[in-house]
């Protein structure tokens, strides 16, 4: 008898939290699944993660521009579905959102948590992988963030799809969803650079592709203690996301580069894709 959704993900819950050695076989390049990501936040690697991000800078950064996206809809009851470590999850709750806090991979979860303590803040947390977000989550949404470049961690177009419907599904009927990703677009057709000024902005952290196809991105993060980890993630080309989004039923998507309405295709090193469940923001 197969295993249900629930116990498969319990099973990898039980193993993100022993793991301190990440796992990518003998042809790292060839290792192109969605569930693979669990085995790529072990607990060391999460534990360096803020390092890696730096929340000072990239809260400068980004100054208040999800804040303000949300609230200028009005949409104060946000589902972050891609908590990581907790950056917006708290940043939200801060400024006064109702946030529920969730994530696929235990130990960013339970990283979350104690980042949320820290700041004399509870996350009600939720342990639940995108494909099957409904099972967990119950309740209506005015919001979902979807942010950290984490939908990439999809390899199977199925997979994009049900992620979606998920995220239409769990949000009320006038509710909006944003979700950003890397400029692959740029990645693939000009080669990597990045200035770095968004999203990871750890001073003394490398953050490269050490190979980049069109199925795959396969980034190294570089630690001043000379700590090395991967990622493999699928590379979305910015109008093919936003086709998906479109095919899923959503009405409207506007899309941001780097947090800037106009710019460049080339230029961002992200997009944010802001997008409406109905038609109440025709697209820019």
Not at 18 to 34: D, I, L, N
Not at 97 to 106: C, L, M, P, W, Y
Not at 129 to 142: A, P, T
Not at 270 to 281: C, G, L, P, Q, R
């Amino acid at each position: 008898m197969s295993s249900s959704p629930t116990e498969i993900l319990r099973e990898q819950a039980e193993r993100s939290l022993r793991a301190t050695h990440q796992e990518f076989g003998t042809e790292p390049t060839a290792v192109r699944k969605t569930d693979h990501y669990q085995a790529e936040y072990v607990q060391t690697f999460v534990e360096k993660w803020d390092e890696l991000i730096d929340w000072e800078s990239r809260a400068k950064s980004e100054g208040r521009f999800f804040i303000d996206q949300l609230k200028a809809r009005g949409k104060m009851k946000v589902l972050d579905v891609a908590t990581g470590t907790g950056f917006h999850s708290i940043q939200l709750a801060d400024a006064g959102f109702e946030v529920t806090s969730v994530d696929g991979n235990a130990a960013m979860l339970a990283k979350a948590f104690q980042n949320a303590t820290d700041r004399h803040l509870i996350l009600k947390t939720i342990h639940a992988d995108w494909r099957w977000l409904n099972r967990e989550v119950y309740g209506k949404f005015d919001a979902i963030i979807c942010l950290g470049n984490s939908f990439t961690h999809l390899f199977n177009e199925q997979d994009r799809r049900r992620a979606l419907a998920e995220f239409y599904a769990a949000l009320k009927h006038d509710g909006i969803l944003i979700l950003d990703q890397r400029n692959y677009d740029a990645i693939l057709d000009h080669g990597f650079s990045s200035q770095h000024k968004y999203y990871y902005c750890g001073d003394d952290v490398i953050a490269e592709p050490e190979h980049v196809d069109e199925g795959l991105a396969r980034f190294q993060y570089t630690f001043p203690d000379g700590s090395a980890f991967r990622l493999n993630m699928f590379p979305l080309r910015k109008n093919y996301m936003r086709r998906l989004i479109r095919e899923a039923g959503f009405a409207s998507v506007k899309t941001y580069g780097d947090f800037q309405e106009t710019y460049q295709e080339a230029e961002p090193d992200f997009f944010v894709h802001v997008v409406e469940k109905h038609m109440e923001h025709p697209d820019a």
